[in-house]
């Protein structure tokens, strides 16, 4: 009898033990809430189904380079890309909280979702993906960065840095990716619009994928951008160009009436006094 009570202290001792090393797993957050989301992360890292393989800063540079180098032509075309093209907003799985960021001043990023602000862009990137992964939508988007081949990221995203040594095999399957997407985005049986946006396409960043340095990446050009300084510069000149004039008309009027008082007393004093 008493080892079986001995035995039974034991058991009832592993159970707390089993209970408390549970619930000092569980992650909190600043505030000392229980971060629910951290199972929810784990079980994603375990499912193949929810794992997140794609680079959000090349998905980014993708994004940049379609609204400065494509989406000026289609909007110039009213043309309308089909959700089925790799290229279309829907297909981006950080869109949604790319456009959920808010760049308030120089060293001040502020989330959409939570209006928590950081200091650089980056540890907001690292905030989205440990506290709003949930809200990415994995099921219909498409990962941008695979395109980035075809839309020349790494020219755009090293602009500054040296250029390296060019791979025939994979200018060979950049391009042929390349030329996939025009067919896909702009078929050219759609109608004029998407025949000239086929082609435009096919120059603007099909032709460079080349060994033999014949084409440049974006030959007709980028969306061009307003120079904020220059608007401001041209207002503040106008303004004081106003104020000017204005001081130089007021300045004349008044001579002109001071003149006009110092006539009309000289006009008296030379009427002649009442004899």
């Not at 375990?46 to 993708?62: F, L, N, P, V």
């Not at 980056?122 to 990962?143: G, I, P, V, Y």
């Not at 791979?167 to 399957?173: E, K, L, T």
């Not at 980028?222 to 000149?237: C, E």
Request: hydrophobic share 30%; charged share 25%.
């Amino acid at each position: 009898m008493k080892k079986m009570f001995v035995w039974y202290h034991r058991f009832v001792l592993f159970l707390l033990l089993t209970r408390v090393s549970s619930t000092s797993s569980l992650s909190y957050t600043d505030n000392g809430h229980i971060d629910t989301n951290t199972g929810r992360a784990l079980n994603q890292d375990q499912g193949d189904d929810h794992q997140i393989h794609c680079s959000r800063e090349r998905s980014r540079a993708a994004w940049k380079i379609i609204q400065e180098y494509l989406t000026p032509f289609v909007e110039k075309e009213k043309y309308n890309i089909s959700r089925t093209c790799r290229l279309h907003p829907d297909n981006d799985i950080y869109r949604d909280q790319e456009q959920h960021k808010s760049h308030i001043d120089i060293n001040e990023w502020q989330c959409g979702y939570c209006k928590k602000t950081f200091y650089e862009e980056k540890h907001l990137d690292q905030h989205f993906d440990n506290r709003h992964s949930n809200l990415l939508n994995l099921n219909e988007s498409r990962c941008l960065a695979d395109v980035c081949g075809a839309l020349h990221c790494d020219h755009e995203m090293n602009s500054g840095s040296k250029k390296s040594k060019c791979n025939p095999a994979a200018a060979a399957r950049n391009k042929h990716l390349c030329e996939a997407i025009a067919d896909s985005c702009f078929p050219v049986n759609e109608g004029p619009a998407a025949s000239r946006l086929h082609e435009l396409f096919l120059h603007q960043f099909c032709d460079a994928h080349s060994c033999t340095g014949s084409g440049k990446p974006f030959s007709r050009g980028r969306r061009k951008k307003t120079n904020v300084i220059y608007i401001v510069a041209s207002i503040f000149l106008v303004m004081l160009l106003l104020l000017y004039y204005l001081y130089i008309y007021l300045y004349q009027r008044g001579l002109k009436r001071e003149t006009q008082m110092l006539r009309r007393i000289s006009q008296t004093g030379r009427k002649k006094k009442p004899s």
